[in-house]
């Protein structure tokens, strides 16, 4: 039957099951399926499952054969940001941008960073999963840094060096837009306690998988980021640029996320010019959003 992959394909990427999703897009194209969903989904899903090539070929023959497609837009958006994020990404920082405040991280001496993570599902919109995508948020930082960060969970919330929790409330946030926040405290010039407090409410209480957990991964990696010390890169889709991601492309940390972190943690110590007192307390006090 015509189409019947590309439409089963369709319904196990909306429910997240990305690698059955692909196979399905494949054989419709084998079976000579060229309909604009196949090629514009099949990029999607690629996407999901970090292979950017592919992903960067379907977006590519989509427009190609739809420039002015009903998801031309899109497509055009998610191939500049997988060209330019994930293929053709230099190997550069943005320590500078990251660090305008001056520099300020953890001083681990290559010791893992004690996190404690507070789930509460008595709260409105709070997923189980959401702890999973947390945890895996830490270790996609360790592992695409091969190290030079890396965290231990401890079930004793006096012992936590970064304490994460979560709310329902859009009150406990400075504005109605934000949808996590950190609070880092500063002893001697380094951070030796962060709070990370994320919403319940990402995509905005619609309760479609596909589209709440990407963004809350999202969500998670960016706090982290501030966590470990960072403050916003000022280019485009970069996982601490203030603004999200188009849908789809949100939950992937790029080459320079990391590349910064590893810069940041690989000056001496002893190089770290401590801030003055009051510069110290105002960073604090402000915190990163
Ligand atoms: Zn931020």
């Known amino acids: 039957m015509p189409g019947l992959y590309g439409c089963l394909g369709e319904c196990r990427l909306e ?4 690698q059955e999703a692909m196979q399905c897009f ?3 194209e084998s079976q000579g399926d060229r309909s604009e969903n196949v090629a514009y989904r099949k990029g999607l899903c690629a996407v ?8 960067r070929d379907s977006f590519r023959q989509y ?18 940001i997988v060209e330019h994020n994930f293929l053709n990404q230099s190997n550069d920082n943005y320590l500078a941008d990251a660090s305008k405040n ?5 001083n681990t001496n290559g010791k893992p ?4 993570i507070k789930a509460d599902a008595s709260l409105k919109g709070f997923h189980p999963e959401y702890v999973q995508l947390l945890q895996q948020s830490f270790m996609d ?9 890396s965290f231990v969970q401890t079930q004793d919330p006096s012992q936590a060096q970064i304490t994460c929790y979560w709310t329902d409330k859009q009150s406990d946030f400075d504005s109605s837009k934000e949808l996590g926040e950190c609070q880092n405290t500063l002893s001697n010039g380094y951070i030796n306690h962060s709070e990370i407090k994320l919403s319940t409410l990402v995509g905005h209480a619609r309760d479609i998988p596909t589209e709440v957990f ?18 916003h890169s000022s280019t485009s889709f970069d996982i601490m640029y203030p603004t999200a991601a188009p849908k789809g492309l949100e939950f992937n940390l790029t080459r320079r996320d990391l590349n910064t972190v590893v810069a940041l943690y690989s000056i001496n110590p002893e190089q770290i010019a401590t801030a003055s007192e009051s510069q110290i307390q105002a960073f604090a006090a402000n915190g990163f959003k």
Request: overall charge positive; hydrophobic content about 45%.
């Open 102 to 106: 001056g520099i300020k991280r953890w």
């Open 141 to 149: 930082w360790t592992n695409g840094t091969n190290g030079a960060v």
């Open 63 to 80: 427009l190609g054969n739809n420039s002015h497609g009903r998801h031309a837009k899109h497509a055009q958006e998610c191939l500049a």
């Open 214 to 231: 990407p963004e809350a991964k999202a969500v998670a990696l960016h706090e982290i980021g501030h966590a470990l010390g960072l403050a």
């Open 26 to 28: 494949l054989m419709a």
């Open 15 to 18: 429910a997240g099951r990305n």
């Open 113 to 116: 960073i004690l996190v404690y």
């Open 48 to 55: 999901r499952l970090a292979n950017y090539t592919v992903a």
